[in-house]
């Protein structure tokens, strides 16, 4: 007879399992999972299964002990299925073969302990994790956060990051050992986190201080960034660029040429948890751009100094990219770009100059890509003799194709 694989949490820090869960692990014939948890039960005369990756393999492992007839039972911690091995082992083993029971999480308890509701949190994990843009994001949107760390995403580690990145308005509260004896709990501002140490077991609170904010998510003014005069896409032609982009949840986004970066600091709120990589050579106009990502607020933007196409061979395969001021002296940067491109991602080139009109539409159709074009020619009102004239801006050429799926 096969028995569904009981996934069980234990109470967080004590470890300790609910009363029915109890007696469902001392009936089981296999007990799995971590060995802090499974030294919780040194009476248990069955067998026990250390945790051991890759996850599919550990899986693999436990449908043959289901399979043979075995009653197995894999400890977690919390919530299992909160960031935790659940969601793993129904993908591996299908919703019919598994049974969660879960527990309080840890989540719940920490937000018990510092008196707000953890509802009211963005539940982040940065457990195993090298990429921290959904943080930045969260951030961005000044939502509070909670965040699961690890012994290289340290509290310490968190802090200095946020701070890069100009984040102020936070306090940090770290939750140390939560539910034992040990516990420990530590809130101040995020400078006080720089050297701060704790065990691998806590928790990361983030919760936003109240501030106002008058910048809208698109059409920012032109005069409102940071920027050496005239170098900026201009308000009109930014918005339709932004348009015609198709931004999405997401996405890894290139700005290449990026200027002060209103290009990338706009579409960073647009893309919720987007990566949005700012690349520009001169290094006044680098530092101008995180000058405005800290000014706006816009962290998940990362600037980029250096020069293309060769900066580009480190970034991630992009699922848009951007191009303002036509493509360059030569086409080597939007070859390199339409070869990194996704399949069905879409480039958008802001052109002023004919010459880089002729020469984005030729590689377009020597790519067999389908294009499409507009002109733009806006004029703003602009007082002049105690009237008010309409004072027209550079017009300006877009071109954008989307990469074929196949």
């Known amino acids: 007879m096969k028995h569904a694989v009981h996934i069980i949490g234990l109470h967080p820090g004590s470890l300790e399992p609910m009363k029915s869960s109890r007696q469902i692990i001392c009936k089981a014939d296999v007990l799995a999972g971590g060995k802090r948890l499974l030294d919780r039960f040194p009476e248990f005369s069955g067998e026990l299964l250390t945790f051991f990756t890759?996850?599919?393999?550990?899986?693999?492992?436990?449908?043959?002990?289901?399979?043979?007839?075995?009653?197995?039972?894999?400890?977690?911690?919390?919530?299992?299925?909160?960031?935790?091995?659940?969601?793993?082992?129904?993908r591996n083993l299908g919703s019919d073969s598994v049974c969660v029971i879960p527990c309080v999480s840890t989540v719940q308890l920490a937000a018990s302990k510092i008196g707000k509701g953890w509802k009211d949190f963005e539940i982040i994990s940065l457990h195993g994790r090298t990429n921290s843009s959904p943080l930045f994001g969260a951030l961005q949107r000044r939502v509070d956060c909670t965040v699961y760390t690890d012994h290289i995403n340290t509290p310490a580690v968190i802090a200095k990051k946020l701070l890069e990145k100009g984040v102020t308005n936070y306090t940090m509260t770290v939750l140390d050992q939560l539910g034992t004896p040990s516990e420990k709990i530590t809130t101040g501002s995020l400078d006080n986190f720089l050297d701060f140490t704790c065990s691998d077991l806590n928790l990361v609170m983030l919760t936003a201080k109240p501030i106002s904010c008058n910048h809208p998510i698109i059409g920012r003014s032109d005069d409102s960034f940071t920027r050496q005069k005239g170098l900026i896409t201009k308000l009109p032609v930014r918005a339709t660029g932004l348009a015609l982009l198709g931004l999405n949840k997401g996405q890894t986004i290139w700005d290449l040429g990026a200027g002060c970066g209103s290009v990338s600091i706009e579409a960073s709120f647009l893309a919720e948890n987007s990566q949005v990589f700012a690349i520009e050579k001169d290094p006044e106009r680098f530092e101008m751009i995180k000058e405005n990502v800290r000014k706006f607020g816009a962290f998940t933007v990362e600037p980029i100094q250096g020069t293309m196409p060769q900066v580009l061979t480190e970034l991630p395969t992009p699922d848009r990219i951007f191009i303002g001021g036509g493509i360059g002296k030569d086409s080597s940067t939007i070859t390199e770009a339409t070869a990194r491109l996704k399949p069905g991602g879409r480039i958008v080139v802001h052109a002023i100059l004919m010459g880089s009109v002729q020469r984005t539409k030729e590689i377009f159709e020597n790519l067999e890509w389908q294009w499409q074009a507009m002109q733009l020619q806006a004029s703003i009102s602009d007082k002049l003799a105690g009237d008010v004239r309409f004072k027209a801006q550079n017009p300006v050429t877009i071109i954008w194709a989307d990469k074929p799926e196949a």
């Open 54 to 90: 890759p996850v599919a393999k550990f899986a693999e492992k436990l449908n043959e002990l289901r399979q043979s007839g075995k009653k197995v039972v894999l400890l977690a911690d919390g919530d299992p299925l909160l960031f935790g091995i659940a969601e793993s082992m129904i």
